[in-house]
Structures are given as C-alpha cells and as structure tokens.
C-alpha cells in the first residue's frame, strides 16, 4: 500500500439548520475544503460520499452524492454513496483511503453530510432506529435507543470499575468546556458538574447534558497520493493507520471489536497510545467516552475513573479527547461525524485549532462508532493520522 494524506479540511457549523437543505450545506463543507487545499473542483478524481439517514429524513433514498455534488457542478468522476450508521464518515475515508494507497487516485473527496433534525421528533428518532436490528425494536420511541444501550453498559461498567455517575458528570463538562472554543460547535455553552447532573434524565441515569443532540451539517476531506503532497501539499498530514471492523456474535471479534480495532491501528501506524497528542472518540453519550478510554488503551482496565479524576482528557492533561467538544456538543449530524474527527485532528496536527490547540500535537486518533447489533456497535473505524 502506498501513503496517504490529508491535504484539504473543512466543515459547516453542526447545529439544527431547518431552512438549509443537504446540498447548500454539502457545498459549503466542499468550498471550504478545496480552498484549504488550494485546488479546484476540477482537481478531484473520486468522490465518497457518506450519508445515512436522508432516506427517512428527507425522503432522498438513492444517489445522494450524485445528487448533491451535481448541484455545484462536479459530475463525471465516480462517486460512492457510503452508509454505515453513524459510522458512515469514518467509513468513507477508509474507502477513499484505500483507493489512494491503492495507487488508483491522485486526489479523493470524501464529504459526510445529514440533515437528522425534524420538525417532527419521531422522523428523527426513526431514523436513528434504523440503525439496529428493525425486526428486534419495539415500535416507534422519543428516546434513542442508543442512549438506552449506553446506559445499559455502564451499569455494568460501575459495577466492575468503581465509577460513579459523577465521573460521567465530568466527561461531559470537560467536553463542554472543549465545545466552547470551538466556533464549529452546535452547543457552545458551559456546565458545572453539578449543573449536568440536575438537567433532565434522559435515558435513566444519563441526563440530557450527557448525551449527544440531533444536529444537521457537512464536513469534507481531501485524500491525496504521496507524489501530489509532494507536489501540491506541504501542510499534509499523513493518514498512518484506517482500520474498518464489524461487530457482532457469534463471531471471532464478538465483544471486542473496539479492542481488535485499536490494536489493528496501533500495529498498522508502527505506535502505540502512548505517542498520542490527542484523540476524538465517538460520545453518543458521556458514559460511552468514559468507558472507550480503557478499550483504546488510553489507561488500564478499570482506571479510566481515576484518568478523568486527574484531569487527563481535558486540554492540558495528559492525553485530551473530543477537543472538537465530541459528539455531544460539537454535535452530531450522524453521516457527517466521523469526517469532522478527522478535520479537527488534523487542524490539531497543523497547530490551527486557535484556543483549543494541543501544544505540539504530532499524532491523532480518531475513533467513529456505528449502528447496533447483538448490544454492540456494529461497525467500528480508527483512524492515526500523523505529521
């Protein structure tokens, strides 16, 4: 396999956008990323185009990306429509990575764009359901079901680490406080601690200032080759591991995906989580970062507790992650999230993350999480990007 980069980043603001439609957000995501890589429309051979709720929240089932990119003009190079949950971005740029390192292409979009939020509540929330097994759900519901599968796991995580709803108080304010200075995010305000715990319970212990909201937007990537970094893109940042895996049992990986995920990446970049500057992780809720810290080998088993007591996920500590503010309050606009991930990690790597810059970032993972199967995520993608 050949090298890879990232040479051109960028993304709307993630919030409820009811008056604006896929194709005005796709378009602004994609300008602003042919302009961070100095190149045109023109320039790009492929396009994978991640979405994965269009067809039930606006009723545009196929040809999305045909549909969207043939509105400001780029037709004739072929274009990939990826779903994949909420996985889907993440999804995406390993395929347009592997078309790269294939040797097949010089330069790959890779765009994520959704519109989840609707004036109806049950549209979104059914298109959040179609993410698991149809013919196991109950019926239509207000509440995800991926919230209520996070509180589920972490019930049984307290049981065995000794965490407390407080440590997940914690992750959530410490994600807040990151959202804040960034102009991207959907939620921009700050909590206390004790503020988190008295918002609305969502999912039974979860509250609602833990859990990730329904967002609308877009975020697009450049994948070049290393003859046009060379060339063209002296700021790239090198994609050094893309790993793809699948959830479910019975099964080889059963139980384990995130796990064999994290080792695969760790083999395939040559490093290992203790050369990491920073990481964005994939929070449906609070709960579900705090539990992800030991399975990507952040800390040991059971000591993700004590690593959010000694402040190191935030900025300043140890390893910081979702200095973006994470699914719940940069937002999560589902086939865009995983492409955001790898926006700020790379903005990170280039030193242009402004008041949430990580001193001297030089390695980034990012981890994106979808779908449900067998009450794990069905599919599971990490990413190590490098300078």
Known sequence: MKKAYICGVGMTPFARHPQRSMKDLAREAITNTLADASVTQQDIQAVYCANSMAGIVTGQESIRGQVVLNAMGITGVPVVNVENACASGATAVHQAWMSVAAGLYDLVLVLGVEKLFHEDRLVSMR???????????????QQSSFLAESSKRLANYMKDSGATLRHVAEVAAKSRRHASLNPLA???????VDEILASPVAAPPLTRLMCSPISDGAAAVLICS????????????????SVLRSGGTPGPLAGR????????A?????LGPEDLSLAEVHDTTAASELMLYERLQFCKKSEAPAYVDEGGPSLGGRLPVNTSGGLIARGHPVGATGVA???EITWQLRQQAGERQVPNA???LAHNAGGTVSGESAATAIHILTI
């Open 127 to 141: 298109a959040l359901a179609s993410a698991t097994d149809v013919e196991l759900s109950s019926g239509q519901s």
């Open 362 to 364: 030089r390695v980034g």
């Open 257 to 264: 995906s995130v796990d064999d995920a994290a080792d695969a």
């Open 341 to 343: 991930q790898i926006c």
């Open 186 to 192: 959907h939620y921009r305000e700050t909590y206390t």
């Open 226 to 241: 290393e003859k046009f970094q060379r060339e063209r893109a002296s700021n790239a940042v090198r994609i050094a591991a």
């Open 266 to 270: 760790y083999n395939m970049a040559g």
